[in-house]
């Protein structure tokens, strides 16, 4: 069974880069044709789909202007790990970040799909 573990700083300052990395283990991140992403949920807010990679490598992005430009997806097959980057964070990126798993490129539902337990990010100075 497939499982994804978040890890990560849980304060950043503003104005620096966030980077989390998702570990998955009992599977291969290039087989099987899944998709992965990152998804966040910042506090009394909805999920958040930011943007992922599938199996091949191929990397998809929200179109959302919360973070379209700042985002970066990429992956380190010899550590079967998923990594994100957000750049030139502030506060409003204070969220829990999640990396899902499933057939589908966009994940808006833990119902849908393989999920990490989140990492919470607090962006404060």
């Known amino acids: 069974q497939v499982q994804l573990q978040e890890s990560g700083p849980g304060l950043v300052k503003p104005s620096q880069t966030l980077s989390l990395t998702c570990t998955i283990s009992?599977?291969?991140?290039?087989?099987?044709?899944?998709?992965y992403s990152w998804i966040r949920q910042p506090p009394g807010k909805g999920l958040e789909w930011m943007g992922g990679?599938?199996?091949?490598?191929?990397?998809?992005?929200s179109p959302s202007l919360t973070f379209k430009s700042r985002t970066s997806i990429s992956r380190d097959t010899s550590k079967n790990q998923i990594i994100l980057q957000l750049s030139s964070v502030t506060p409003e990126d204070t969220a829990v970040y999640y990396c899902?798993?499933?057939?589908?490129?966009?994940?808006?539902?833990?119902?849908?799909?393989?999920w990490g337990q989140g990492t919470q990010v607090t962006v404060s100075s």
């Open positions: 009992g599977d291969s991140i290039t087989i099987d044709n899944y998709y």
């Open positions: 990679l599938n199996s091949s490598g191929n990397t998809y992005y």
């Open positions: 899902a798993r499933a057939r589908t490129r966009v994940i808006l539902s833990k119902a849908v799909g393989s």
